[in-house]
C-alpha cells in the first residue's frame, strides 16, 4: 500500500487565543484519492484546506504533503512548492477581469518562468479537456460562472500538481454546471490519479467522492466510504445523522 501524500497529525487552528477553529485532527491521504469534506458553518472544512495548502499556519501539530511541512518553509520556498505542487479552486472564481480566460489559465505557467509558446500550448491543451476551447478569447465577464470555474480549475491545473484542493468550487454554480464540475474531478482523479479534495455542503456533490469526512466544532467526527450510500439522499441521511450523534454525545458528557 502506498504511503500517505498528506498527513496531518494532532492538527490545531486556534483565532483570537480560543476560538478552536480545527481542534485535533489526525488525517492520511493517499495518492488518487477523491475526498470530501462536510460540515456545517464554523466546523473547520475551509480551515482545514487552507492549513493543507499552507495559506495560514497551525496553531499546533504538524501538516505534512510529500514529507515536507509547509509551516517551516520560507514564504518564497512556500510559494514555490504551492504552486508546483498544488492546486487550488474557491467559490469565487478570483480570475483576473482584464485577462482573457487563455491568459488568466497561463498565469502560473509564466510565472514558473514557461515561455509563452509553451504557455499557450499547455493552457490550450487544458482548456481542450475541459470543454472550454471556444471561450479562450473571452474575458470573464463574459463567461457563465459553469465556464469561470472551468477556466479556474484549468488555471489550477496548468502545472500538473499532484494535488488539487477545491473549496466550495459548485456554491455559485447551477446544477447542471455542477454535476459537470463533479464529472470532471471525477475523472482527473480516475484517469490521472490526482489527490482531490474537496469541501462542499451539498451531498449531490459529495457523493461523486470516494471518501467523506465530517467536521464539527473542529474535530472529526466521521470518516467513511461514499460506497456505503446509496445515492445523494443517503449520504445526507447518514450526514445528519453522524452530526445529530455527535451532538448527542456532547450534550450527555456536559450533563455528567
Given at each position: 500500500m502506498s504511503s500517505s501524500v498528506i498527513r496531518t497529525l494532532g492538527l490545531k487552528k486556534y483565532f483570537s487565543g480560543q476560538t478552536k477553529a480545527l481542534d485535533g485532527v489526525d488525517l492520511d491521504v493517499r495518492a488518487g484519492e477523491f475526498i470530501a469534506v462536510?460540515?456545517?458553518?464554523?466546523?473547520?472544512?475551509?480551515?482545514?484546506?487552507?492549513?493543507?495548502?499552507?495559506?495560514?499556519?497551525?496553531?499546533?501539530?504538524?501538516?505534512?504533503?510529500?514529507?515536507?511541512?509547509?509551516?517551516?518553509?520560507?514564504?518564497?520556498?512556500?510559494?514555490?512548492?504551492?504552486?508546483?505542487?498544488?492546486?487550488?479552486?474557491?467559490?469565487?472564481?478570483?480570475?483576473?477581469?482584464?485577462?482573457?480566460a487563455l491568459e488568466n489559465i497561463m498565469i502560473p505557467l509564466l510565472a514558473e518562468g514557461k515561455n509563452r509558446k509553451n504557455a499557450i500550448k499547455r493552457a490550450s491543451e487544458l482548456a481542450g479537456t475541459l470543454g472550454i476551447t471556444g471561450q479562450l478569447d473571452q474575458f470573464p465577464d463574459t463567461l457563465s460562472g459553469g465556464e469561470q470555474q472551468r477556466v479556474t480549475l484549468a488555471r489550477a491545473l496548468s502545472l500538473d500538481p499532484a494535488i488539487l484542493l477545491a473549496d466550495e468550487p459548485t456554491g455559485n454554480l447551477d446544477s447542471l454546471s455542477s454535476q459537470r464540475i463533479c464529472e470532471i474531478l471525477d475523472r482527473l482523479c480516475r484517469d490521472e490519479k490526482r489527490i482531490i479534495l474537496l469541501?462542499?455542503?451539498?451531498?449531490?456533490?459529495?457523493?461523486?467522492?470516494?471518501?467523506?469526512?465530517?467536521?464539527?466544532?473542529?474535530?472529526?467526527?466521521?470518516?467513511?466510504?461514499?460506497?456505503?450510500?446509496?445515492?445523494?439522499?443517503?449520504?445526507?441521511?447518514?450526514?445528519?445523522?453522524?452530526?445529530?450523534?455527535?451532538?448527542?454525545?456532547?450534550?450527555?458528557?456536559?450533563?455528567?
Amino acid at each position: 500500500m502506498s504511503s500517505s501524500v498528506i498527513r496531518t497529525l494532532g492538527l490545531k487552528k486556534y483565532f483570537s487565543g480560543q476560538t478552536k477553529a480545527l481542534d485535533g485532527v489526525d488525517l492520511d491521504v493517499r495518492a488518487g484519492e477523491f475526498i470530501a469534506v462536510m460540515g456545517a458553518s464554523g466546523s473547520g472544512k475551509s480551515t482545514l484546506l487552507h492549513l493543507i495548502a499552507g495559506l495560514t499556519r497551525p496553531t499546533s501539530g504538524e501538516v505534512l504533503i510529500e514529507g515536507h511541512d509547509p509551516a517551516g518553509m520560507s514564504d518564497n520556498a512556500l510559494t514555490r512548492f504551492r504552486r508546483r505542487r498544488i492546486g487550488l479552486v474557491f467559490q469565487r472564481f478570483n480570475l483576473i477581469p482584464h485577462l482573457t480566460a487563455l491568459e488568466n489559465i497561463m498565469i502560473p505557467l509564466l510565472a514558473e518562468g514557461k515561455n509563452r509558446k509553451n504557455a499557450i500550448k499547455r493552457a490550450s491543451e487544458l482548456a481542450g479537456t475541459l470543454g472550454i476551447t471556444g471561450q479562450l478569447d473571452q474575458f470573464p465577464d463574459t463567461l457563465s460562472g459553469g465556464e469561470q470555474q472551468r477556466v479556474t480549475l484549468a488555471r489550477a491545473l496548468s502545472l500538473d500538481p499532484a494535488i488539487l484542493l477545491a473549496d466550495e468550487p459548485t456554491g455559485n454554480l447551477d446544477s447542471l454546471s455542477s454535476q459537470r464540475i463533479c464529472e470532471i474531478l471525477d475523472r482527473l482523479c480516475r484517469d490521472e490519479k490526482r489527490i482531490i479534495l474537496l469541501v462542499t455542503h451539498e451531498p449531490s456533490v459529495a457523493v461523486w467522492s470516494k471518501r467523506l469526512l465530517i467536521l464539527k466544532d473542529g474535530r472529526l467526527i466521521a470518516d467513511r466510504p461514499t460506497s456505503d450510500f446509496q445515492d445523494a439522499h443517503h449520504l445526507a441521511a447518514a450526514y445528519q445523522q453522524a452530526v445529530e450523534d455527535r451532538s448527542d454525545k456532547k450534550e450527555r458528557k456536559c450533563a455528567e
